[in-house]
């Protein structure tokens, strides 16, 4: 069974994401990780020592994004109504990019599907900051589905490297997989 990890904001761009990765494995059997993470907009010293304006506000942020997680998790399982496929929801107070990381060492993760957002810089504009900051530093393979894209079966997988992740046969299976596959 692969283990799939599907980060949200809840934006078209993500949500895009998710169904491109539910229509890939159609056929086969996987856990779907949805993940959220969140951070106060005041996350600072103010923050971190307990102001008491501020005190509850990490559980008020995890409450709305369990219920986020939960009704996306409930839509895609009417939506999709596959019995291959199971859902689990995490929600975490931190960086997306750390708790990608937590999650695909805790979760044993063979694969991140993720969408992207468009932002400024040079590698950004086609990615977007989180993107790029999880294909750089993700230890299994991640595959990136531009907004608004349909599904369509892969013809070509495009494998960057900078070779500063060492990535063992294993870990590439997923992608061997779906190249075989498709």
Same mark, same amino acid.
């Given at each position: 069974m692969k283990r799939i990890l599907l980060p949200t904001d809840f934006s078209d761009n993500s949500k !895009?994401?998710?169904s491109y990765a539910l229509q890939l494995f159609k056929e086969e059997e996987c856990t779907? #990780? =949805?993940l959220h993470t969140y951070m106060p907009p005041? #996350?600072?010293t103010e923050y971190l020592v307990g102001s008491p304006g501020l005190i509850g506000l990490g559980d008020v942020m995890q409450e709305t994004s369990l219920t986020q997680l939960e009704k996306l998790k /409930? &839509? =895609?399982e009417q939506e999709y109504d596959n019995l291959?496929? /199971?859902f689990l929801v995490h929600t975490a107070f931190n960086t =997306? =990019? !750390?708790e990608v990381e937590e999650c695909i060492e805790a979760e044993k993760i063979d694969l991140v599907v993720m969408g992207t957002k468009g932002a400024t810089g040079a590698? &950004?504009?086609l990615f977007g900051t989180n993107t790029v900051h999880v294909i750089k530093r993700?230890?299994?393979p991640v595959i990136v589905v531009p907004p608004k894209f349909e599904y369509e079966n892969p013809l070509e997988i495009l494998f960057p490297t900078d070779y500063e992740i060492s990535y063992e046969e294993d870990k590439l299976a997923p992608l061997l997989h779906i190249a075989e596959e498709h």
């Open positions: !895009g994401a998710i779907f #990780y =949805l005041v #996350y600072n /409930s &839509e =895609l291959k496929h /199971s =997306l =990019l !750390g590698q &950004e504009i993700a230890q299994c």
